[in-house]
């Protein structure tokens, strides 16, 4: 069984800043071994993917909406992915979840690509 966590969302003025985390773990689960991804569903919308970062870290791919504003990173030493996400717009608001997958092809950039899904922060970006 894997659990992801994410962590770090809130309310955020238009052009602020956050930085979500997403910790991985389980009795079987090898988070160095998987690619992780960012994806977010706003209220009455489908959920979209944000970004993804390969398992070692060296790979990563973002959606055009949020290239240059978001950036996502890992640590493998303590299983945990970030996406700092810079010049907030309300755009962005929604829940953000963050997503495991063991498979090799790159890059994944569908939800049903990913096997193992966190609960979700929210993101509310709001004057």
């Known amino acids: 069984q894997v659990h992801l966590v994410e962590s770090g969302g809130g309310l955020v003025q238009p052009g602020g800043s956050l930085r979500l985390s997403c910790v991985g773990s389980?009795?079987?689960?090898?988070?160095?071994?998987?690619?992780i991804g960012w994806f977010r569903q706003a209220p009455g919308k489908e959920r979209e993917f944000v970004a993804t970062?390969?398992?070692?870290?060296?790979?990563?791919q973002y959606d055009e909406s949020v290239k240059g504003r978001f950036t996502i990173s890992r640590d493998n030493d303590r299983s945990t992915v970030s996406l700092q996400m810079n010049n907030l717009a309300p755009g962005d608001t929604a829940v953000y979840y963050c997503?495991?997958?063991?498979?090799?092809?790159?890059?994944?950039?569908?939800?049903?690509?990913?096997?193992?899904w966190g609960q979700g922060t929210q993101v509310s970006v709001s004057s």
């Open positions: 389980g009795p079987t689960f090898t988070f160095k071994n998987n690619d």
């Open positions: 997503a495991a997958s063991g498979g090799r092809f790159w890059p994944k950039i569908r939800a049903d690509e990913y096997s193992s």
């Open positions: 970062i390969s398992a070692s870290g060296s790979l990563t």
